[in-house]
């Protein structure tokens, strides 16, 4: 086996569990209450690969803030280290809890980066600028009624309450990571619940700004993403946009994948419904 056959390292991804005990949406196709027993397969399979962390990216809950007494005992049985980011439906719970969220979760904050084998991960919060995750009053929640507004305006096809943005301050600091990583000599990976490229009803909205950016730089090698259940794959400059498939959707059928880290590519390896796909750099 050549060198280049083995990679660097790996990591698990799992998107959008919406785990609720529930009942089924069948028109939407979404079993919320069976993603305990697909997580649980997808920790399972993960417990059999050599994996540096597992990232579920986004929307771990449907709804309830109890919810996440279900399923997190399930996270419990990973070997790896879990980590987390906050998706839109993990804000649907009552007033009183969506401070304690990204804590509920174990996140060091609501964004955060980290660093592995020489790579820098970016790891966002797509819904700093919404209409939900903010506290009552907060200005944030001001500036994104005026956001959605004006994309109603333009009729533009991102225009859903169940969309989002960065602040100016979290996009400055993506920003300034991703000059400190190449000042290092880090390749970076970013990651966030929602889709900016290719355009979609899904996407941020200021996606075009992140797309610049990220499309820019030339140690960004790769933004990875949930939101939308479908998945979706583009590219922009260098960098690989990926929306992996959502968990919740079909009644028996999976959706995770592996993702290895070569020096020259990134190979996902697909598990049920979930693509497997060739990212050279």
């Not at 799992?14 to 697909?38: E, V």
């Not at 997580?39 to 809950?61: P, Q």
């Not at 109603?152 to 969309?163: I, Q």
């Not at 200021?206 to 610049?212: K, N, Q």
């Amino acid at each position: 086996m050549s060198s280049s056959a083995l990679p660097l390292f790996r990591f698990g991804i799992i998107a959008d569990p919406q785990y609720a005990a529930i009942p089924p949406h069948a028109a939407m196709d979404r079993y919320y209450a069976n993603s305990l027993a697909k997580v649980a397969e997808a920790i399972e399979i993960f417990n059999g690969w050599d994996l540096s962390f597992v990232m579920t990216l986004g929307d771990v809950i449907d709804r309830s803030f109890s919810s996440f007494d279900d399923i997190q005992p399930i996270y419990e049985k990973l070997r790896h280290e879990a980590l987390f980011l906050l998706g839109n439906h993990d804000f649907s719970v009552s007033a009183g809890h969506r401070s304690e969220v990204a804590t509920r979760l174990g996140m060091p904050s609501p964004y955060y980066s980290f660093c592995r084998h020489g790579w820098r991960f970016i790891v966002l919060d797509g819904n700093e600028v919404s209409t939900f995750a903010p506290p009552e009053g907060h200005p944030h929640r001001a500036l994104a009624a005026r956001m959605l507004a004006e994309l109603e305006e333009k009729g533009a096809s991102n225009a859903h309450r169940w969309n989002a943005a960065l602040s100016d301050a979290q996009f400055a600091w993506l920003r300034d990571q991703i000059t400190e990583a190449a000042k290092t000599g880090e390749k970076v990976i970013v990651m966030n619940h929602y889709p900016v490229h290719p355009p979609s009803e899904h996407g941020m909205w200021d996606s075009e700004r992140i797309v610049a950016l990220l499309a820019s730089e030339r140690n960004v090698v790769a933004y990875l993403n949930g939101h939308d259940h479908v998945g979706n794959y583009g590219k922009a400059g260098a960098c690989h946009f990926v929306n992996f498939k959502g968990v919740v959707d079909t009644e028996t059928e999976n959706a995770f994948a592996i993702v290895e880290v070569h020096p020259d590519r990134l190979e996902i390896r697909g598990f049920g419904r979930e693509e497997s796909r060739t990212l050279a750099f």
